[in-house]
């Protein structure tokens, strides 16, 4: 309803309503400042015009706080991605190294993975009852490599 409130009808033609309704619709434009005050001074609106004003204030402090909480929440979120990839680049590097960034998970993780294809090399050779290759793989690491590229388990 306040869009239908002009402020080109002097002050004192207009209703008690219709006063209140310009304040509360021109109270904060600067270019009606004037307007606003001459109105303030016919009418017991003081009341009125602390209640608007921290009313105002209010909303101004809120909208800052929540734009702070939202900046603070979008970085905590930069800085878990940051982690997340940090900590996935670092497994990666462990795993290919074993040193650097990420060393203990890469070490874990890449033992697990070692143990797990040294497993398979074994059981496909004991299928095959290759139990000299067997041995020798176990004894020697170049062979071993050789029998992971035979068995496609690089």
Do not use: C, P
């Amino acid at each position: 309803e306040l869009g239908k409130v002009h402020a080109d009808k002097s002050v004192s033609e207009m209703t008690r309503i219709e006063k209140l309704a310009v304040y509360f619709k021109y109270a904060s434009d600067e270019n009606k400042k004037d307007y606003v005050q001459e109105i303030l001074a016919e009418e017991d609106l003081a009341m009125s015009e602390n209640a608007y004003r921290t009313l105002t204030q209010d909303e101004i402090e809120f909208e800052r706080m929540e734009t702070e909480i939202r900046t603070e929440f979008h970085r905590n979120t930069e800085l878990a991605y940051a982690r997340k990839e940090g900590r996935e680049e670092g497994i990666g590097i462990g795993r290919e190294e074993g040193i650097g960034i990420g060393r203990e998970e890469g070490i874990g993780i890449g033992r697990e993975e070692g143990e797990e294809k040294l497993n398979q090399l074994n059981l496909l050779l004991l299928k095959q009852n290759r139990m000299d290759d067997l041995q020798k793989a176990a004894e020697d690491k170049e062979f071993r490599r050789t029998l992971y590229r035979e068995f496609g388990l690089e």
